[in-house]
C-alpha cells in the first residue's frame, strides 16, 4: 500500500496492548477510524477479528500484544510508516452463517475464520448434511461440525484434525469434531461456491449451537452457511511473512 499519512490505532484491554498503543500515538499521532488510511490492532488473534468485523473499509495491521498471533505481526514501535508501505496485502473473504433458533427467530453473521456448530447439551448432537440442497450425510453424530476459510484453516479447524487450506484456494473446510458415527469420516473439501445446510436431528433432545466467530445462537434448528464474496477484509504482513508463508510453516512445523 501507499505510505499511510493517517494511522488509526486500536488496542485490546489487555496491559501490554494498552502501553504499546500509548508508545505508538506519542510516535505517530492517532488519526479518527473515520479519517485514517489503515488501522493498526494490538493484541491477539480475537482482538484483530473484532477489528475486521467493524469492517471500516479498512486494512488491519496487527501486532501481537496477546497471547496467540497467526494473523498478527511482531511488535515493534519503530520506521511504522515505512513498514506499512512495504507490507503484503492478504485479501480474504468471510463465511455468511444464516440460522433459526428454537423459538422461530432467524439469526445471520459473518465469520472470518469459521463457523462452528457444537453440542449444547450431555449429548452427541445428530445432524443431517446437505451440499447445494443435496443430502450427502443423512446422519453425523459428533460432538459437531466446522466450516472453515483458507485464513481461519488453522484455528478450530486445525485443531479438529481438519485440514489447512492454502489462501487464495476457491475452498472451505467441512470438519466434524470428535466424530461418532461415521467414525472413520475425515470431513470433506468443499468448493468456495458451496450452500452448506445442516439440519439438526431430534434437537429437543440433542440441542445445538452456532458459533461465528465466537458469536454464538443457540438452540438451532438448521444452519446454512455460504462464502460471502462481495465482502472483502484486508490484512497487512511484513514482507515474507503473509498469510500464504505462515500456513506454509504450520504444516512443516
Known sequence: MNRPNHIHFAASSADSAQEACAELIG???QASAE????????????????C?????G????????????FLMNDYAAENLPERLAAAEVAEINPLAMRTETADGTLHTALAINEVSLLRAGPQ????????????????????????STPAGSTAYNYSAQGPILPIGSDVLALTGIAPFRPRRWQGAILPSSALVRFDVLEPEKR????DADSR????VLWVEVRSEPKVT????FNPGHGLEERLMREQFA
Open 58 to 69: 479498512l486494512p488491519v495491521y496487527g501486532m501481537n500484544r496477546g497471547s496467540v498471533g
Open 207 to 210: 440441542p445445538v449451537m452456532a
Open 124 to 147: 452427541a448432537a445428530k445432524l443431517r448434511i446437505s451440499v447445494n440442497g443435496r443430502v450427502r450425510m443423512p446422519e453425523l453424530i459428533s460432538d459437531g461440525a466446522i466450516i
Open 35 to 50: 479519517q485514517a488510511d489503515v488501522i493498526v490492532a494490538l493484541g491477539g488473534d480475537g482482538f484483530m477479528l473484532q
Open 233 to 236: 477484509h484486508r490484512i497487512l
Open 52 to 56: 475486521l468485523h467493524a469492517d471500516r
Open 27 to 29: 510516535l505517530y499521532g
Open 216 to 219: 454464538s445462537v443457540k438452540p
